[in-house]
């Protein structure tokens, strides 16, 4: 008898190929089993999307802080260009909740490249049953 906790249950089926599979690890969250090569490309691009949003968003908080920040003054300056004035306040709020926006984004997005795994991978030690064997 399999536990219905740490059961595998294949997922819908691709043109290309047989089924993936998905597998409960029944902490509430399921890992995606997909190819090697597949399982490469999303942690590459998973990655690099969560480093370039934080940098971003953390660059996006530090103008909404810091009025001599050069981000703030360009933004300043196109507004005047355009004929548009925006009150400082407005602008700070803007930019802090669009600079926390997109860390969270970039963090969800980590997030869910995490719960793919290559076939044959295990799980991690701290979740396995088996005993050691380092001698």
């Known amino acids: 008898m399999s536990d219905p906790d740490t059961a595998e249950r294949p ?6 190929g047989p089924a993936d599979r998905t597998v409960d690890d029944g ?3 399921r ?7 597949l ?7 998973s990655t690099l999307i969560a480093v370039v949003s934080v940098v971003v968003g953390f660059v996006l908080l530090d103008a909404a802080t810091l009025s001599i920040s050069f981000l703030r003054r360009a933004i300043v300056g196109l507004f005047g260009a ?5 009150a400082d306040d407005v602008l ?3 930019l802090a909740l669009l600079g926390l926006g997109i860390i969270a984004f970039g963090a969800g997005v980590y997030i869910v490249g995490t719960r793919f795994r290559a076939r044959g991978m295990g799980k991690s030690q701290e979740d396995s049953d088996e005993e050691p ?3």
């Open 92 to 94: 700070t709020a803007v």
């Open 27 to 29: 902490g509430g969250g």
């Open 31 to 37: 890992d995606i089993v997909v190819p090697m090569r």
């Open 39 to 45: 399982y490469k490309t999303v942690t590459v691009f």
């Open 11 to 16: 997922s819908e089926s691709g043109a290309n």
């Open 133 to 135: 064997d380092n001698g």
């Open 82 to 86: 355009l004929g548009v004035g925006v």
